[in-house]
């Protein structure tokens, strides 16, 4: 029997308790934790969630050998010896790891100056206060560094505000209506995978699945039509579905009238992306550019699911932002779950500034792109003397982690990693601090995709000596002599603060108290149209003056990559199934279920190389190696190679694919360009 949440679960032996799973994943599903002895035996989805419904992955279904891994930090450690790949640490106690933290600041902040500090995070756990809570308060208050948090949607999301004003799509609950689903640029067997679920729902029902990707992975498999596209080119094909839609008349005159801008000059304007140079462009054959705008222009409801895939590259805010605008071309919004999904975090905003306190910094601070992390260490005047890293994994996850790499080893940069394992960063710390998994706070999550807010509470008992993040910051600022009264706010505080949200009336009812009694609540969302969107009109902005002003065309537009160079290959190094970006590459269990470190390669390509599956190549351009164990096949096109997963390091091994990843910026948001590098390929003997 299930358990209702309590504030004493923790002090229970045995039982069944809900949870949510905090790892960065649009699904957000509710869990159910079996407690016995006090310990954790078994996870499984909770059948009570609406949209998840007790289905989980994996990587998940197996997170006990990762919260009880023999490897997890259960104390404060300080480094002894060098920094890097052989750095040992000696056990130290709280007091002397927060002394040591906050003595170091105070002295920097003393001689350079509060910025001399960096900050830097991500969502390895997607709990609000966690995240963006105490943390952003706490650097508020002392005035450091900002960082931009860009290392994962935001060129995207940027991109998407354009032509819709915000992170509003469908009702992933709806899509389960929808007679053709185009996923795009997302592997969602792997990274959504109850999207999937919903359309096979929808399959039942006669629907159509199309996924277009530049790799024929498990998604392309289980596709009803699989459409391969050169990496980089998708917005070149929407424009040419768009020429169609309008040339042929599929496209819906009322909707357009009355709810969009600038479908006129969009007519105009595709009249040049004809098929045969969209075919040229993104090598798909002129025949499916017709088949794929046809069946779009025909079949109501359709739904895109538009995925992070696409806006990794140096034209990825643009390419989102003109693939959102298809559904408005046949008026696709006014029909239940039809329309598209980029992301949905907006319908759930809570109060930002009540839960980050931005009125805490009394100066304002240069702001440094997470992308951009080893320049910002290498090359800033005047420099950043301390790292805080927390959430995240950046000597394995960023790009150009030879950058990276060098940046860390800096003799007198003063770092600290607060992380649950001795990650590839946290080797480069002066200081080790052992955090708690989400199962042991007390936070609240909601979803970037589906329209559930949840709320956690602790479960169990905190691993050894390690604390939460809250807690962390809770006390440095008590030992940086920081009186502010939100710098002592308790967990339900912060909760209660940031879901009180005049702002956004979807969440009104969804409260700390509501949450208590079921764990979950769905915003009060209403359908996006009849209504007006937060673009400057008011409607779905298809000519945008407002990127006209910054620089951009108004118009959806198709821009070429931007790497130059002579290497023979586009390198996708993307996530795989068992890891969640680096989560879990450090778990054996996991390592397990995912073998090896692969590269996928069209098989004539290998074999001009002289490789057959289950060689090792070494993988290079003039950003660094790597070695990969080759899979040649037909499910890459020639010219592209595909990696999956962010993979730890171990004795020998050169696995780290972002030595290869360029650290140029996309097109918006200061975004990621993981997938817009070139590399090139050879036999290792
Ligand atoms: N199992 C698992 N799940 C995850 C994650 C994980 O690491 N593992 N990570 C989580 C996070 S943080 C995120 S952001 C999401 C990311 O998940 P997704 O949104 O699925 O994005 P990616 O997996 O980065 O890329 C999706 C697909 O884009 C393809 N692709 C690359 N370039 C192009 C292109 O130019 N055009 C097209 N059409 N396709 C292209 C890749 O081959 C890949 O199949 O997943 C989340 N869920
Ligand atoms: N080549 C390539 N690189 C990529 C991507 C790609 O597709 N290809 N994807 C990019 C994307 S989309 C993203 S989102 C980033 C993600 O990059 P990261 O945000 O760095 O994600 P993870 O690698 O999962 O690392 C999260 C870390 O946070 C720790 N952690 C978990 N919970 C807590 C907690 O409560 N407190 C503290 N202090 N630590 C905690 C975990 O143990 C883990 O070490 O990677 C990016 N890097
Ligand atoms: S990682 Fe995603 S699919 Fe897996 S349990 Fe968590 S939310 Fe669900
Ligand atoms: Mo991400």
Same mark, same amino acid.
């Given at each position: ?12 032996? !045995? ?12 699904? !957000? ?28 992955? *994996?990587?998940?279904? +197996? ?10 930090? !259960?104390? =404060? ?21 927060? $002394? ?33 809570? #105490? ?47 185009? #996923? ?43 459409? =391969? ?47 045969? /140079? ?21 079949? /109501? ?9 696409? !806006? ?38 809570? *109060?930002? =500034? ?20 080893? /320049? ?42 607060? $992380? ?13 601090? =052992? ?55 308790? $967990? ?11 702002? *956004? ?129 037909? $499910? ?21 694919? +972002? ?27």
């Amino acid at each position: 029997m299930r358990t209702t949440m309590t504030t004493t679960m923790t002090e229970e032996q !045995q039982g069944i308790f809900p949870a949510v799973c905090p790892l960065d994943c649009p699904d !957000q599903c509710g869990l159910l934790l079996h407690k016995e002895d006090g310990k954790i035996v078994k996870i499984e989805g909770d059948p009570d969630h609406p949209v998840t419904q007790g289905a989980i992955c *994996n990587k998940v279904r +197996n997170m006990t050998a990762r919260i009880y891994d023999d490897k997890r930090l !259960q104390y =404060p450690m300080k480094r002894v010896g060098p920094k890097g790949e052989e750095a040992s640490f000696q056990r130290i106690s709280w007091d002397e790891a927060l $002394d040591t933290i906050t003595s170091r600041w105070k002295e920097l902040i003393a001689s350079e100056g509060p910025e001399a500090i960096l900050p830097y995070s991500f969502y390895g756990n997607m709990g609000r206060i966690g995240t963006e809570g #105490m943390d952003r308060r706490f650097f508020h208050r002392m005035g450091a560094s900002r960082l931009l948090y860009s290392i994962c949607e935001s060129a995207g999301t940027e991109g998407y505000k354009y032509t819709m004003g915000g992170s509003y799509g469908t009702d992933p609950e709806d899509t389960v209506h929808a007679k053709l689903i185009i #996923m795009w640029g997302i592997n969602a067997v792997s990274t959504n995978m109850h999207q999937v679920m919903l359309a096979e729902k929808a399959r039942k029902n006669g629907a159509q699945i199309i996924v277009i990707d530049a790799h024929k992975n498990q998604t392309g498999r289980w596709a009803d039509w699989f459409i =391969p596209i050169l990496p980089g080119t998708d917005a070149a094909l929407a424009l040419g579905m768009m020429h169609i839609l309008f040339a042929e008349n599929l496209t819906d005159q009322a909707f357009l009238e009355q709810y969009t801008l600038g479908y006129e000059e969009l007519r105009e304007h595709v009249k040049s992306y004809d098929p045969a /140079s969209v075919s040229e462009i993104t090598g798909v054959p002129v025949e499916d550019i017709y088949r794929l705008a046809r069946l779009y222009g025909e079949t /109501s409801p359709s739904f895109i699911r538009i995925g992070n895939g696409i !806006q990794h590259h140096d034209n990825g805010g643009m390419c989102v932002r003109t693939i959102a605008c298809l559904p408005a071309l046949t008026g696709q919004w006014l029909h239940q779950g039809g329309g598209a999904i980029k992301g949905n975090g907006a319908y759930l905003e809570h *109060n930002l =500034p009540a839960l980050q306190r931005p009125d805490l910094r009394k100066k304002e601070a240069r702001q440094i792109n997470m992308n951009l992390l080893g /320049s910002a260490l290498l090359e800033l005047d005047p420099p950043i003397h301390a790292l805080y890293v927390y959430n995240s994994n950046p000597a394995l996850v960023a790009p150009h982690a030879n950058k990276v790499k060098e940046g860390l080893e800096r003799e007198d940069l003063f770092t600290v990693v607060h $992380d649950l394992f001795l990650t590839e960063t946290a080797k480069y710390a002066d200081i080790v601090l =052992p955090a708690t998994s989400s199962f042991e706070n007390t936070d609240f999550y909601r979803s970037y995709w589906h329209h559930y807010v949840h709320l956690q509470l602790p479960v169990i008992a905190p691993y050894g000596e390690s604390k939460a993040n809250v807690d962390v910051f809770r006390l440095l600022a008590s030992m940086m002599g920081y009186e502010d009264e939100a710098l002592r706010d308790s $967990d339900e505080d912060m909760v209660r603060q940031a879901l009180y949200h005049p702002g *956004n009336p979807a969440i009104a009812e969804i409260t700390y108290d509501a949450l208590l009694d079921t764990g979950f609540m769905k915003a009060a969302t209403t359908p996006l149209f009849p209504g007006k969107l937060r673009t400057p009109s008011g409607k779905i902005e298809l000519y945008s003056a407002d990127m006209a002003s910054k620089g951009f065309p108004a118009l959806p537009t198709y821009v070429p990559l931007a790497e130059v160079s002579d290497l023979p290959f586009m390198f996708i190094p993307a996530p795989n199934h068992n890891f969640l970006n680096s989560t879990f590459a450090h778990n054996e269990k996991h390592v397990r279920m995912e073998k090896v470190p692969k590269l996928h390669m069209h098989e004539d390509d290998a074999s001009a190389l002289g490789l057959a599956s289950g060689d090792l190549a070494r993988v290079w351009n003039e950003r660094g190696e790597c070695e990969l164990v080759v899979m040649a096949g037909r $499910d890459v096109q020639r010219g592209v190679a595909v990696s999956q997963g962010l993979w730890a390091d171990s004795p020998g091994s050169k696995t780290r694919v +972002n030595v290869l990843t360029p650290d140029r910026v996309a097109d918006m948001g200061g975004g990621a360009t993981f997938f817009s590098g070139r590399v090139g390929v050879e036999k290792l003997t």
